[in-house]
T-cell receptor, first 111, second 112 residues
């Protein structure tokens, strides 16, 4: 479910299930999109990226989907594991402009 | 074989003091960045340097001064620290702004 105020949106999933983390971006001119995973006490870690000339890109257990029509990005994690528990950020930019990060979603995996 | 390393990991100091955070990357990247992450986990770019030249300064108070002695290092000096400066500061680097950025593990700055 999603909570408001000071807390990050949280997604709770059972171990072994698939996770889908969503991100709405604001700049229709953005042409580069990226997902990061941040574990407690660590810096953001690159997961996967996608450019605007693609709709889908797959990595190991992860898939990123880009819908430019509605300015929506999603990260799918297959067979979610306890080690996937972290805060996930989407980010976007165009050209050499700074990466703009989304607010983050906390993924909690229930063993 | 740490890719992006920043020191110190924790910094506790009093209001009004001056402090520095150091960052080094051994990835051969041309571009380095400083980000601030607040208590709500919001990450915001502060500065970006490309080959030792400042290319982005995102409305950061001039109490914050980045220094890049060479393209592998980007240090952050902060004068007259204020309570609102308490945050986690991340250094990052990439080949270019359109390539994945690699982040250090952060420096948690606490102002008393």
């Amino acid at each position: 479910g999603e909570s408001v105020g000071l807390h990050l949106p949280t997604l709770s999933v059972q171990e072994g299930d698939n996770s889908i983390i969503n991100c709405a971006y604001s700049n229709s001119a953005s042409d580069y999109f990226i997902w990061y995973k941040q574990e407690s006490g660590k810096g953001p870690q690159f997961i996967i990226d996608i450019r605007s000339n693609m709709d889908k890109r797959q990595g190991q257990r992860v898939t990123v989907l880009l819908n430019k029509t509605v300015k929506h990005l999603s990260l799918q994690i297959a067979a979610t594991q306890p080690g996937d528990s972290a805060v996930y950020f989407c980010a976007e930019n165009k050209g050499n402009t700074p990466l703009v990060f989304g607010k983050g979603t906390r993924l909690s995996v229930i063993a | 074989d740490t890719a992006v390393s920043q020191t110190p990991k924790y910094l506790v100091t009093q209001m009004g003091n001056d402090k520095s955070i150091k960052c080094e990357q051994n990835l051969g990247h041309d571009t380095m960045y400083w980000y601030k992450q607040d208590s709500k986990k919001f990450l915001k770019i502060m500065f970006s340097y490309n080959n030792k030249e400042l290319i982005i300064n995102e409305t950061v108070p001039n109490r914050f001064s980045p220094k890049s002695p060479d393209k592998a290092h980007l240090n952050l000096h902060i004068n007259s620290l204020e309570l609102g400066d308490s945050a986690v500061y991340f250094c990052a680097s990439s080949h270019s702004p359109h390539q994945p950025q690699h982040f250090g593990d952060g420096t948690r700055l606490s102002i008393l």
